[in-house]
Structure formats: structure tokens, C-alpha cells
């Protein structure tokens, strides 16, 4: 069956920098646009990042733009998010999200999610 298994979150100071990785399998990883989504706690779940099959084209939430970066490596089967310039307000569960043949920012859209991976950002 498909899984995604997220990894690097953890507990990191303002300012600081983390990466996130994405390890999928059950599936032909080269075959899904792939994104990174988050949820706070009382917040909806929001886009951060969209990555297409090839990693042409990529697509951030307003609140992320030029301090995250989306990538992949489709030989790995494996989506990464580097966050840099890490907020408070970045604290939150972060999922991986994977949608076959479609790129896209809608979270409705997406077939396969990971369990998340908590960030915690300390003032």
C-alpha cells in the first residue's frame, strides 16, 4: 500500500532552519505531484508548498515564500522542504501530501497523506 513517512521536525529557535524529508512507497513516485501541507492547532489545514512530477514547477504559501524551498529527487521516491528563517508562527504539524498525475495547491485534491511531522518554533 502507499505510504508517506515524513522526518526532521523537531524543536528549533526563531530564526533557525530545518529540513523535512518525505519517503514515499507504494506508488510511482514520478507519476505525483507531491506537496507539503500544515495545521496549527484552531487553524485550517493550509498549503505550504507544491512540487510538480518533475520539479519544474513549484508553488508556495504567501506566508512561506523565500524562506521555504520545495524539492524532490525521483529517484529516491523522496520530497524535501527546507525551511529557513523559522517563525513562531511556523509552528505546526507538517503533511506530506502526494496526487496522482495533478499539480495543484488544493488539499481536497490529494490522494495519499502522510501522519505529519511536528515543528516547533521557540521565540
Known amino acids: 500500500q502507499v505510504q508517506l513517512v515524513e522526518s526532521g521536525g523537531g524543536l528549533v529557535q526563531a530564526g533557525g532552519s530545518l529540513r523535512l524529508s518525505c519517503a514515499a512507497s507504494?506508488?510511482?513516485?514520478?507519476?505525483?505531484?507531491m506537496a507539503w501541507f500544515r495545521q496549527a492547532p484552531g487553524k485550517e489545514r493550509e498549503l505550504v508548498a507544491a512540487?510538480?512530477?518533475?520539479?519544474?514547477?513549484?508553488s508556495y504559501g504567501d506566508s512561506v515564500k523565500g524562506r521555504y524551498a520545495i524539492s524532490r529527487d525521483n529517484a529516491k521516491n523522496t520530497v524535501y522542504l527546507q525551511m529557513n528563517d523559522l517563525k513562531p508562527e511556523d509552528t505546526a504539524v507538517y503533511y506530506c501530501?502526494?496526487?496522482?498525475?495533478?499539480?495543484?495547491?488544493?488539499?481536497?485534491?490529494?490522494?495519499?497523506w502522510g501522519q505529519g511531522t511536528q515543528v516547533t518554533v521557540s521565540s
Open positions: 507504494g506508488l510511482i513516485f514520478s507519476r505525483y505531484g
Open positions: 501530501a502526494a496526487n496522482y498525475l495533478v499539480y495543484t495547491r488544493a488539499a481536497r485534491q490529494y490522494d495519499y
Open positions: 512540487i510538480s512530477r518533475t520539479g519544474e514547477t513549484t
